[in-house]
């Protein structure tokens, strides 16, 4: 029979205070009635290991990191950054948790070895690769008495870093205790033991197949404040060390004490800093990717995240750009001064402790990271690490790899320090996944992300020229009143004789004729043309979404003027040779349009951006403020009905759109009764219309009897350009 709830959460915590008094070697069975038993209550603790249901912001009263505590050798460009975990107290947590226990007797010798009797070997390694940052293991989760050896190894360690122009950053563990060597040097952290819904948490992770639970890493709540004194305490004996700085890992349990954890490490490191006179140290942590709690990363100078599954690359046919989505995505969520550092804790070929990147491999990471405005962070623990330190020539053609893109980074900083986006195109993101961001840079599409949660981060609003928003997203932040009316308040986009004030998207005026973009709109600038705004002067942010027609580049300042020119001496002309895709059949213009209009409109759409989860087919919202083009909306249109135009625009009427694009629009078909649907559409709107052949109809019929079409499937784009 089914135990209640509540006496569910009772046995299972009999059962682990059971557990905990007896040898966890000595229990494999009892191990498995626990494991079982939190099976009971669906594994409730282990959803809410992060607390992250809800969007956390730190309380206004927190410590806020600014700018000018991130030093010159610390800024994005200007650093080389590689994971020096190590020590006899790393290679007893490998021990003891899943992914190191694997790790040959070799591996963990030199891992226990690697910041006394390995360490001036890994530091000629170091200065080989041009690595000016790294970081150590100063404290995870033991009792200061087991760390002090670690510590005094260290002191040595990051002085002669220093010596060699390397900057040290010391990795805590905010939550992690093992608890036989805490509970017994340190008796006071037994009362610090982090529960949830009345059960204890240990520290878990999952890996492809399962999800694995360290029993010996207890878990520690940061909101008690005798367990935060008791971190800073270790902190602290950092700083003194000399580190530059302090990184917190096991980010886990309640957001709030986490929180206050990292405004008391800034205001003990301010503090410090005001004593000795040294650069105030750094202070970041492991948030991760998810926007609900990433507004914690306002407390911290660093952001890192080991976000990354993947190496990048073509694998089996198919392109990986997580990583490239993720780093636009982190960029989105964080301050434009913030250094990212990114890490894979998954590679192609395996677990990042077992398996060695090949060259290529190691170059492309460094290369992806760089280019999209983050650097590497990699982490050699285990196999590649031990293989460098035996100098097996695996590791050592993997680590010439990185001696020879770090070296390049060296010599071209300038290339890669304080980098500014020059992108125009903005795409809204919700989450860290979206289909959207991997077409467009699989086309190379030149965007940016703007994280839903956090639009007043990353490059401001007012930069873009274009923001793409999935349409689903859209409709559900309309009736939210979200982004959409949030862009046009802080773009000033307000309308003369409306109600309602900001234009918005979805709103349309009573009258039914679409209002003038001209009354009365305070339309942005990109300023002057410099570096920055070149690009997207000759390049059209509308036009980058769509790729252009054989035999033509995309469109310069130049070409468009003397397009104009053309235009303006040979008056309007049909379209079918300009446009691939009215190319495929005949395609006419019902009124005048100017060729600034005409390159707008029909510049070629790419295959790859109109299939089923991208751009036209999938659905998007695209604001633009680009000159004549305020909105433009492409939504999936099928006429299948005797009546589309008394039906279909009502809905489009309250679209308030400068170009819409729809598919699936007839023209002479039995079935919407001969009309040219286009025309008339676009004849209600008040728009002019521009119809691009998808296929020809060929009807099979009998008396009395109607068959399906046969059709010849070629492109699906028809355009209402706006008369203006």
Known sequence: MALPGAARVAKVRHLIDAASSSAWVDAPTLRVRIVRNIGLVGLVATSLL??????????????????????????QGNFRFIRLDGGRIESWKAERTWWGKKFSAEQKEVLTHIYDRDFEQMLGLLKQAEFNWIWVTWSSGWSLKDEDENRENLKKVIARCHENG???????????????????????????????????????????TELHISWKRRLADARKPGWRAYLLKKAELAVDAGVDAIMWDNMIGYNEGLAQLLDDTQRMAKRKAQRTGR???????????????FGMNDINEVIWEEDGKDTPGVWN???QVDNARKIKFLSGEKQPWQPLKYEDDLYHCGPRERCIPSPAEQKLSIAEAYAFGAATSRNIEGRFLSALIKGEPEAQEAWKAITQYNHFLVEHRELYHRAAPVARIALISAEPRNPLADEF?????????????HLDKGVPLDRFKVLVMPADLAQAQRRAKGPVEYVHRRRGRHHQGRKGGARNCGARPSSGRRASPQLGAARLRAGPVDSETRRSDTDPPLAQLRSPGPGRERESAAGL???????????????????????????????????????????????ALYRGDSLGQGGAVVLSNSPRTSCVTACSFHAAVPEPASRTTDFLVGVNADILIL??????????????????????????????????????ALPGRYFPADANLEYDFECFASTG
């Open 50 to 75: 992060l607390c992250s249901s809800q969007s956390f912001e730190p309380a206004p009263r927190m410590y806020r990191a600014k700018s000018q505590d991130v030093p010159p050798w610390a800024e």
């Open 166 to 208: 390397i900057h040290v950053s010391a990795y805590l563990s905010a939550s992690n205790m093992f608890r036989k060597s805490a509970f017994r040097d340190d008796p006071e952290t037994k009362e610090y033991g982090l529960w949830m819904h009345g059960i204890p948490m240990f520290y878990a992770g999952p890996t492809k």
């Open 279 to 293: 650069p105030k140290v750094m202070v970041y942590a492991n948030i991760h990717i998810p926007p609900d709690r």
């Open 317 to 319: 046919g198919k392109w």
């Open 441 to 453: 840079l699989k086309q190379s599409v030149f965007f940016e992300t703007k994280v839903l949660a």
């Open 561 to 607: 003027e003397r397009a104009g020119r053309s235009a303006r001496n040979q008056g309007p002309e049909p379209l079918g040779g300009e446009s691939p895709i009215a190319g495929r059949g005949p395609a006419s213009v019902r009124w005048p349009l100017s060729t600034r209009e005409r390159q707008r409109v029909h510049s070629a759409p790419d295959r």
């Open 663 to 700: 598919q699936d629009v007839d023209l002479n078909a039995r079935r919407t009764l001969r009309l040219n649907i286009a025309e008339t559409i676009a004849r209600k709107l008040e728009m002019n219309s521009v119809f691009g052949r998808e296929f020809q109809e060929l009807v099979r």
